[in-house]
């Protein structure tokens, strides 16, 4: 068959390069100073050679990448010319022969710094290494080092996931559940709310397809209904601050698709029952020393129209929250008895709560830029911690990207925001590594709490300690703050290094009352016949008294070498690596077809989803128990993906078999008399489904009950589903994950 080629109208295709380019320099206007525009151009027309040969995806010249990416820093970030210029050439030095020394000839050492930041972080994510978490922690080394990498690679990733249609379906997943994972929660770390809330509506559009598509039809659907009751709502809100003489801008704003998803998840509510569903933003301008009181002259006009609900005051202008977002905002009682979420904000503060820190160094005040300042030092402190492990580190950098803060007091008043749930130990740590050490108690308002004790924001804290105190393993079980945690395991690591120096002098003795050699392959004999993981455990155990010598006697030397009598030791099975796992079960095909007969393929359902046929899934391939099968929507999905996609494999149902699915149903409704009984015969006798587990419990007239059923397909169970709805008295039914 001859293969089709691919013809471009490369003249109109030049046309838009250039009108794509003067869009550019239009965003750029209000940053660039004198003589910034020839830079731009000169990096426009590297990029431009560099790439001239190459296509996305889509088929559209590349270089419109780069100008895109470009266009986000300047419009949405509000970046300024050195993060332009190293925009345009962030692909330059991987897809040329232009090298970093190059760009420091061309530009500066500035521009040289950042792109090679980049140029060490992209395409990272596409080899096919072990875990990511690597690669991800050289990605924040370079942050902390200068924020504006972190801050470019965010408007790639992106303009990267606003063209993701054209990619392969498992690129997407692969795609979107890295950006879930940890670009969206960057984002938000860097106050960057409108990128976060992109990002994380595309993130769900790739994964979850069906719950975006849906969600995002009801809210098109309530669209009308909505902006009606949004009029009616700021009707007499415009009125009174128009009275007043405020200069201000008022509207409602839908919540994004995936935190209404999110809030359906967590609280159990399907979309109807979600009041929420938008805010109103009162934006004011108000500059200096006036922006806190009028915020606060607003909030008192409009709840002198609409009474708020007491405990939904949030006031993060006189705290404002660690990524720098002020704000003030209230729920009120609106027309119809339905509640509202209103925010009251100065048109800085909004630009600061959209842009983040790049919007602060805009308006030159500093005051929050000593906060990032501090994030980055903590980045880099738990990323020069040496025996970190990536994992690890990733896990506990992504608890300090989410948390809320709290905001604390030292004995002498000093102000020391922490993430919510930090203990009085977190405290410790947070004044200085050797006080948490040292810590054992500490006094909260003057009264005296253990170590474990969580604070709460306006605590006042004085910390004790004693010169006789050591880090101890349950520390790690309670602390919430990544820098304690990190510090703590250092702490733990080297003390076990010293235990272990004492350990190896202790064996040595021993080998030499037993006249056994004391040398490298001896120790490691003698390790793997106790099968621990290091000469550096066995020397530890030794010390701490856990390994009993009494085995030495089966033993024998030979010329100084030791051997087990039974010849076990001296018949080592070559351990497959887990690569060679992938690679042996990949095979030719990339593809898993569930249900055929698997040669020697060893798979199982993975009881975390319960996927069943008809399911988005794919297979995970495990160290121990073969290929694990997940829904793509699974709650470890996206860590998986992100983490490990190189052990993941496309997978797709065969219709060939007729197998069955165990899959579980919460159902929720009014107890009526019968109710069980009525469910239970419509499962089994309408639609031939047979029941594993059934369990019913019943509150002050409200039902709520979980069915475990083995079902054939996604179709079978929709089908189950609908007729459970039916039901007099059934007020939902929603399928769960877990058994």
């Known amino acids: 068959m001859q293969e089709q080629v691919a013809i471009y109208d490369v003249e109109s295709e030049k046309k838009e390069i250039l009108k794509r380019y003067r869009a550019l320099l239009k965003a750029c206007r209000r940053t ?191 669209e009308p209904e909505r902006k009606k009751y949004i009029a009616k709502f700021i009707a007499p809100i415009k009125e009174t601050l128009d009275e007043q003489g405020f200069k201000f801008k008022i509207f409602g704003r839908p919540k994004s698709i995936y935190s209404i998803n999110n809030k359906i998840k967590t609280k159990g509510v399907t979309f109807e029952e979600i009041y929420d569903l938008f805010a109103i933003r009162i ?50 009682m609106g027309p119809e008895g339905k509640w509202v979420e209103v925010q009251i904000r100065t048109t800085r503060m909004d630009e600061v709560a959209e842009k983040g820190y790049a919007a602060h160094w805009k308006y030159k005040d500093g005051s929050n830029e000593g906060q990032l300042d501090d994030w980055l030092k903590k980045i880099r402190e738990i990323l020069e911690s040496p025996s970190e492990n990536a994992m690890e580190f990733l896990d506990n950098f992504k608890l300090n990207l989410f948390a809320e803060e709290i905001y604390v007091f030292t004995p002498k008043g000093d102000l020391k925001i922490l993430p919510i749930n930090s203990t009085a130990l977190d405290f410790a740590f947070e004044i200085h590594t050797q006080v948490g050490e040292k810590c054992i108690g500490a006094k909260v308002n003057h009264k005296l709490v253990p170590l474990s004790y969580q604070l709460k924001s306006g605590d006042q804290i004085e910390v004790l300690t004693s010169s006789k105190q050591k880090p101890k393993e349950d520390w790690l079980k309670f602390v919430v703050s990544a820098s304690a945690k990190a510090k703590i395991k250092n702490a733990l ?154 052990r993941v494999v496309k997978a797709k149902w065969t219709s060939t078999e007729l197998i069955s699915f165990l899959a579980g149903l919460k159902i929720t409704g009014i107890d009526e008399v019968g109710i069980v009984n009525t469910i239970t015969k419509i499962i089994s006798n309408e639609l031939n489904v047979n029941m594993r587990s059934i369990s019913f419990d019943s509150n002050d007239g409200v039902f709520e009950g979980q069915i475990m059923v083995f079902v054939h397909d996604t179709n079978h169970l929709t089908e189950l589903i609908n007729n459970l709805k039916k039901i007099n008295g059934v007020l939902s039914v929603t399928r769960i994950d877990s058994r």
């Not at 780069?66 to 050195?82: H, K, N």
């Not at 009993?548 to 690596?577: A, M, W, Y």
């Not at 796992?581 to 798979?603: A, P």
Request: glycine share 6%; hydrophobic share 35%.
């Open 493 to 646: 690591k080297e003390e076990k290094r010293q235990k272990a120096e004492e350990g190896k002098e202790m064996l040595k003795r021993k080998f030499r009352v037993l006249k056994i050699d004391f040398n490298l392959q001896n120790i490691t004999e003698l390790a793997n016949f106790y099968k621990l993981p290091s000469n550096q455990e066995l020397f530890y155990r030794f010390a701490v008294g856990n390994i009993d010598l009494k085995h030495l006697k089966d033993f024998h030397q030979v010329k100084g070498k030791i051997t087990h009598k039974s010849g076990i030791l001296n018949r080592h099975e070559p351990t497959k690596t887990l690569e060679q796992m992938v690679k042996e079960t990949r095979g030719k095909s990339d593809m898993l077809v569930i249900g055929e007969n698997l040669q020697k393929i060893d798979y199982k359902l993975s009881p975390c989803c319960n996927p069943i046929s008809g399911d988005d899934v794919f297979g995970f391939i495990t160290v121990n128990e073969g290929i694990k099968i997940h829904r793509v929507n699974c709650p470890n999905a996206i860590e998986m993906l992100a983490n490990h996609a190189y």
């Open 283 to 332: 934006i004011i301008d108000s500059e200096g020393d006036d922006e806190k009181s009028d915020c606060w002259r607003v909030y008192s006009l409009v709840t002198d129209i609409y009474y708020p609900s007491p405990e939904r005051l949030r006031d993060w202008i006189s705290s404002p929250k660690a990524n720098g977002y002020e704000s003030l905002h209230t729920t009120v």
């Open 32 to 222: 660039m100073e004198k003589g910034d525009k020839l830079f731009i151009r000169k990096a426009f027309n590297i990029s431009l050679e560099a790439h001239k040969n190459m296509r996305r995806k889509s088929g559209e010249p590349y270089i419109y990448h780069p100008i895109a990416v470009a266009q986000i820093c300047a419009e949405e970030i509000g970046l300024g010319t050195t993060s332009i210029i190293c925009a345009l050439l962030h692909d330059v030095v991987e897809d040329s022969e232009l090298s970093i020394e190059d760009i420091e000839r061309l530009f500066s050492k500035k521009e040289a710094k950042i792109i090679d930041g980049l140029t060490k972080i992209s395409g990272v994510f596409d080899q096919g290494s072990s875990s990511q978490a690597e690669n991800f922690k050289k990605m924040l080394l370079t942050m902390s080092e200068d924020v504006r990498v972190i801050l470019i690679k965010l408007a790639d990733r992106l303009h990267n996931m606003r063209t993701l249609e054209s990619m392969p379906r498992e690129k997407q997943i692969k795609i979107a559940s890295e950006t879930l994972y940890l670009y969206a929660p960057l984002a938000h770390r860097l106050g960057l709310n409108a990128i976060k809330t992109e990002l994380e509506d595309l993130g769900l559009k790739y994964t979850e397809i069906d719950v975006y598509n849906e969600i995002g039809q009801r809210l098109k659907e309530t």
